[in-house]
């Protein structure tokens, strides 16, 4: 069975199934409309495979923000496969494109990405970080929601204390999806927030503690400092937390996106990454270059404003939007 038949096969078995499809497709429509576009009219013009062809292709994929380094290996792959497989006409690459693409983030076995990492038996801290205006604090309320839907008792800590308005922002996620958010005033020390925090989800009994933090600070070593302050006061209260520390990303800032991973992943153990605003970008291809280059997972993609549209990654539904109008 075809790649591509397998991949309408498992968005087509179920409403659940079909219902994710739908919102890869949807979200991922201005990636999908460019690359598409690019790759239809790259496949038209030059019909047979040569070398002129993989240079081209080399250029739609660098358009698309997946990444140097990554182009330049999967593109080595290509050809290698393709006389392989004696491949010939550039319509049959197609394929195997996408194939190679699902490859970078599971290894072609249709593996599901990293869930968050939840404890079953004691209270899960998750660490929010990332610079300013990404929509950390966005992503915090639309997982609060989600996790509550799922039946989880969640707590919210306003751990950003020197961005005027943080806290309050927080706090209007907290009463559109009814959970409690722990804070005090603007400008206080944001590692003695997380520890009223801890103390707070421990006497009410939550499930799921979720850490707002600062985005930026006078420069990026007192920033990069107070990070590493509240993440060890957070491993002094609950030995082995924070369980996940997620890294949010505007996918549409591209390569900064990238450039900004590699800083906080120096700094911070990032464990996973939440990717905003990627119904916003044509550049998706962002995904593949964190997952190549610093082999840390994407957990969540942002398809829409909705508090309903933050999804957990999945690889194959990522290729399916990406090629859903040549299937």
């Known amino acids: 069975m075809s790649f591509f038949k397998k991949l309408k096969e498992k968005f087509s078995a179920s409403a659940e199934n079909e ?10 429509e201005k990636t999908r409309a460019s690359f598409s576009t690019k790759l239809n009219d790259l496949i038209a013009r030059y019909r047979k495979v040569d070398e002129d062809f993989f240079e081209d292709l080399e250029e739609v994929l660098i358009s ?10 999967l593109v080595e ?12 006409d550039a319509i049959d690459l197609k394929e195997l494109i996408s194939e190679k693409l699902v490859e970078i983030y599971s290894a072609g ?28 604090t966005t992503s915090i309320g639309k997982l609060a929601y989600q996790l509550k839907q799922e039946g ?5 800590v306003a751990g950003d204390t020197f ?8 706090g209007v996620w907290g ?9 005090q005033r603007e400008g206080s020390d944001p590692a003695a927030v997380m520890y009223d925090g801890i103390q707070a989800a421990r006497s009410r009994g939550a499930d799921v ?15 990069m400092n107070e990070l590493s302050k509240v993440k060890r006061v957070i491993e002094r209260e609950i030995p082995g937390a924070p369980h996940d520390v997620l890294l949010v990303l505007d996918a549409t800032t591209g390569q900064n996106a990238l450039s900004q991973a590699k800083t906080f992943a120096e700094a911070t153990d990032v464990s996973g990454i939440v990717l905003t605003k990627l119904d916003g970008t044509a550049k998706g291809g962002i995904v593949l270059a964190i997952r190549k280059e610093l082999n840390i997972p994407v957990k969540f993609v942002g398809l829409g404003e909705q508090m309903t549209d933050l999804e957990k990654f999945d690889p194959n539904a990522f290729v399916y939007g990406l090629f859903a109008d040549m299937l």
Do not use: H, W
């Open 152 to 156: 989880k008792k969640v707590l919210l």
């Open 163 to 170: 961005r005027a308005g943080a806290i309050e922002q927080l």
């Open 109 to 136: 076995d249709f593996a599901a990405e990293a869930p968050l990492n939840l404890q079953n038996d004691t209270l899960s801290v998750i660490l929010f970080v990332g610079v300013n205006g990404v929509g950390k």
């Open 19 to 28: 219902e994710v499809s739908d919102k890869y497709k949807t979200g991922l």
């Open 77 to 88: 792959e290509l050809e290698m496969e393709a006389k392989r497989q004696n491949i010939k």
């Open 209 to 223: 503690l979720l850490c707002d933090t600062a985005g930026r600070l006078q420069n990026k070593v007192n920033l």
């Open 175 to 183: 009463e559109r999806v009814g959970v409690d958010v722990i804070k």
């Open 64 to 73: 698309a923000d997946v990444g140097v380094n990554t182009v330049m290996e």
